[in-house]
């Protein structure tokens, strides 16, 4: 009887040894948002063709996103804002970054140019993932401030559909 013990003692703790190995080489919510936006290899990016929608009323069906694996993004509209001294569309690069904040999966973002121009009071504002197909599309919501008029926001909902990653080099490690 003491030898079946020993045995499975030692099956126990294998068992519990390749489990504590697969759950540590499990990919976070983070990891796996950051594979969707800019894809699973170091170097890599992704653009996403995208649908916005102001205050429930579609304002733009073109709008271009890149995410890149550096932290790096860029958004282009496809119409001229009329609230903005910008008479054309506009290019807006910055930074983003992906959290989790009261268990809701954010992206930060932080708009640094407006096309050559930089922004000097920049601020970050977050947009909330409300899903994914994990594959190609994702929804988000946001509160988005409008360049160079303080205190204005669009309360926007984004629904985006991306082109394959480009690009890239090793797989990213975990």
Known sequence: MGK???AFSKWCLGISILMMSYSSLAKTPIDKTLDFLVGPKLGSWRSFNCREAID??????????EFHDDGSYSRLNSYSDTRT?????MDIKGRFS?????????ISFADEFVGSGHLDNHK??????IGTDGNDTMALMMDRPVPDSP????HLRLVCI???PSGG?????Y
Do not use: C, F, W
Request: proline share 2%; glycine share 12%; aromatic share 8%.
């Open 162 to 164: 991306g082109d394959r």
């Open 85 to 89: 001294r910008y008479l054309k569309s």
């Open 151 to 154: 205190g204005v926001k669009d």
């Open 124 to 129: 970050s504002y977050d947009a909330t993932l």
């Open 98 to 106: 992906v959290k989790i904040n009261d268990g809701m999966l954010k």
């Open 4 to 6: 079946r013990k020993v």
């Open 169 to 173: 080099g090793p797989q990213r490690s």
């Open 56 to 65: 429930g009323k579609v304002t733009d069906e073109h709008a271009y996103y």
